[in-house]
DNA sequence: TCTGGGGTCCTAGGACCC
DNA sequence: TCTGGGGTCCTAGGACCC
């Protein structure tokens, strides 16, 4: 029986999230913004239609924002997460052969399903998840997942296929061939740039080039992409995860740090989180890069460097895990600069259950563990950093800045959207 | 003034081993 | 002049994704 893939993707995800929440945004253009309310993340069809780019600076649009009205945001990551959740739970009724890929879009495999007429499933996955979590989605059908991305890229586009495309039901020439190159799942800004220079413009003239150039020019996962366009099924669906082979807590700072024990601080909070993930995810850590940077898009004298410790014993303590990034952080620290951001970088990570124990390692392990867990359940019971180490310090002035944020609408009782009559 | 964050995989080259 | 063959592991860098 040949594959046949779903994508479901949800229409400008972020953007869509805050609409839910706030019928009055229909319509209207909006923005969010990364961390900082630095960049342009997302945006609905309005905003895209006015011309803001993916990533821009939200800085260098400030008067184009202000003169057309458009809603702005700071990421809701707690927002976004829930609803991804609830949007995965539902797709998981209608098909339990489901990769997650990302925060906003899932595989569905559809193998088994070879009676049905699979637009008109496509159809009720549609209408079902705008129901039940107030998102839109679009659904793309094809035989190989890169293929089920581009009629995804169709669905979005095309007005008239009310956002289900299966590309097993029509012409995939005609299809392919008004697909740019680098809209191809896998072909990024260099490689367009290449393929161009060789007069290749559309996903149909890629599929047609013999193997052994793309062996040589795009290597063996070019090669793989091509055959997936060519309808030769090379990536399977992946329900299960692979086990994460590195974590990384990294941030621009709020206000520019300039004195060791802030940039301590912020190394010892940002080591906090990373911890937290660690655990999360059941894992521990054999190895930790601390690193940080000053402004590189600022004149002036730079600074950026990187430090990875090996750790001595497998850990996912975060009294363990601070005290090494600390001890990387003051050896790479030089005095006299203003740095722009900083990081904690875990890996070499083991399963925390099977960690290997050290022969010399003196500590109580047990106790440690217990102090982890209730850190962890407090925090999770009373909200993030409720309990922190000291060493993360008080006033934080390098806090990641967030002015135009959300409430948090699902997943805090005290911003439960009121609706009125 | 103001420019995000978190991941993966592949490849080439060097060190080292038999 | 002429200098094997094959394997592993590690690292850095480059490509990509959302």
Redesign the pocket.
């Known amino acids: 029986m040949p594959p046949i893939f779903a994508l479901v993707d949800c229409n400008n995800?972020y953007a869509s999230c805050e609409r839910v929440f706030n019928p009055r945004l229909e319509g209207k253009p909006i923005v969010v913004l990364?961390?900082?309310d630095?960049?342009v993340?997302a945006r609905s069809n309005e905003a895209k239609a006015l011309g803001i780019a993916?990533?821009v600076?939200?800085?260098q649009i400030?008067p184009l924002l202000r003169a057309h009205q458009v809603q702005v945001f700071s990421s809701n990551y707690t927002l976004y997460g829930d609803m991804s959740q609830r949007v995965m739970e539902t797709l998981e009724q209608f098909c339990p052969d489901l990769e997650i890929?990302?925060?906003?879009?899932a595989f569905l495999s559809l193998s088994g399903f070879t009676s049905r007429n699979f637009t008109e499933y496509g159809r009720t996955i549609r209408t079902t998840v705008k129901r039940w979590t107030g998102l839109p989605v679009s659904v793309g059908i094809a035989e190989t997942k890169t293929l089920a991305?581009i009629a995804n890229r169709v669905a979005k586009r095309t007005p008239d296929t009310n956002g289900v495309f299966d590309l097993l039901a029509c012409s995939d020439r005609n299809a392919l061939g008004r697909v740019p190159v680098e809209d191809?799942?896998?072909?990024?800004?260099?490689?367009?740039r290449l393929l161009n220079q060789h007069g290749i413009m559309t996903a149909l003239q890629l599929r047609e080039v013999d193997d052994p150039w793309i062996r040589k020019h795009l290597?063996?996962?070019g090669l793989r992409l091509v055959m997936e366009l060519r309808g030769v099924s090379c990536l399977d669906l992946e329900e299960c995860p692979?086990p994460?082979?590195?974590?990384?807590?990294?941030?621009?700072f709020g206000q520019?740090i300039s004195t060791l024990p802030n940039m301590e601080e912020a190394i010892s909070s940002y080591t906090s989180?990373?911890a937290e993930?660690l655990r999360r995810e059941r894992l521990a850590a054999t190895v930790l890069t601390v690193c940080l940077t000053t402004?590189e898009?600022?004149e002036g004298p730079h600074y950026s460097n990187a430090l990875?410790l090996k750790l001595p014993v497998a850990t996912d303590s975060t009294s363990d895990l601070i005290r090494s990034a600390l001890k990387g952080i003051r050896a790479i620290y030089r005095d006299g600069y203003h740095y722009?951001?900083a990081?904690v970088?875990l890996t070499g990570l083991v399963a925390a259950s099977q960690a290997q124990a050290d022969l010399f390692d003196y500590q109580d392990r047990r106790k440690s563990k217990r102090l982890m867990s209730a850190l962890d359940a407090i925090n999770g019971r009373w909200g993030a950093d409720t309990l922190h180490y000291a060493s993360s310090g008080i006033r934080k002035a390098w806090k990641?800045q967030f002015q135009h944020r959300s409430p948090a609408y699902t997943t805090d009782w005290a911003a439960l959207p009121i609706v009125t009559a």
């Open positions: 995800f990364s961390n900082n630095g960049c993340v993916m990533g600076p939200e800085f400030r890929y990302s925060i906003d879009e991305k191809v799942w896998g072909i990024g800004r260099n490689l367009t290597g063996i996962v692979a994460k082979q590195s974590l990384t807590c990294s941030r621009a520019l989180r990373v993930k402004n898009f600022k990875t722009k951001k990081g970088i990641t």
